[in-house]
């Protein structure tokens, strides 16, 4: 019990705070979205450590930066290209790793290019959604919009912990995650689909059929999001991403939800949205 007092008490402190610097918008978005790309690739670049993996730990950094501004939407479109600025950093990461490895190969460059470019496209590449999706299609609709992952992913992971706590018996994924069931799934995807379902009627926005194959999408990305996690760190060798978060471990270990959540609903949106 005092570890789920922890956890809970982590969650909705981090939820209360996440929630004030999407409300305040790009401003506190950019710097909050930078720290947290830092701390995450961090981690990351520690677990591979532990397993005598090496990346190009610099150039994680500066490109991760790169891609988390390029995601700010006032950008827009590169001119001469049509695509995304996001898009232009990407290749120059992927082409200077490429040159860096030509000049100075070392041991084993095609595992470092590799191991650099994941890094690059899990954790800033995923979290600049998170701005994208702030302000799609302008500030004030993408407030809302942004609400409903973080409220559905919420909810996802309450209800999945006491459905699987009380119910649970057959296991979802017991390679990669031996204690996630499938009625813990399930009694996720239903309290999201609630929390959806109440949040979109009271806005006037979808139909009790669109909340339902929203809670749907966003509840399988979360699961998904948390077992891509699980296995990244059962292949890895390592119990918790990180220590920082109390109850939680890492910020890869909280993240890992809304890394797969945010993006499904920003494309559910872009696809369902009508465009001018």
Do not use: C
């Amino acid at each position: 019990m005092e570890t789920l007092s922890t956890r809970v008490t982590t969650a909705v402190v981090g939820f209360a705070i996440l929630s004030l610097i999407v409300w305040a918008g790009g401003w506190a978005m950019v710097p909050a979205l930078l720290i947290i790309t830092a701390f995450a690739l961090y981690e990351y670049v520690r677990m591979l450590d532990r397993n005598d993996i090496d990346v190009r730990r610099v150039s994680l950094g500066v490109f991760g930066a790169a891609l988390i501004v390029a995601s700010l939407p006032l950008w827009g479109q590169v001119p001469w290209l049509g695509g995304s600025w996001r898009e232009v950093v990407l290749s120059v990461a992927l082409g200077y790793l490429l040159v860096m490895e030509v000049i100075n190969p070392g041991e084993r460059p095609l595992e470092r290019i590799v191991y650099s470019m994941f890094g690059l496209l899990y954790i800033p590449w995923l979290l600049g959604y998170f701005l994208m999706l702030r302000y799609l299609p302008d500030a004030d609709q993408g407030l809302l919009y942004f609400a409903l992952p973080l409220l559905a992913t919420f909810a996802a992971d309450i209800g999945g912990f006491f459905a699987g706590h009380y119910f649970g018996r057959r296991k979802l994924a017991p390679e990669v995650s031996p204690g996630k069931t499938v009625e813990g799934a399930v009694g996720g995807l239903v309290l999201s689909f609630l929390v959806v379902l109440v949040m979109t009627q009271l806005a006037h926005i979808w139909t009790p059929g669109t909340a339902f194959l929203y809670s749907l999408l966003v509840a399988s990305a979360s699961q998904l999001g948390d077992l891509a996690e699980s296995l990244i760190k059962r292949a890895l060798h390592t119990k918790d991403s990180g220590s920082a978060l109390p109850g939680h471990g890492g910020y890869l270990d909280r993240l890992d939800s809304l890394l797969f959540a945010v993006p499904a609903t920003y494309l559910f949106l872009t696809i369902s949205l009508p465009h001018p």
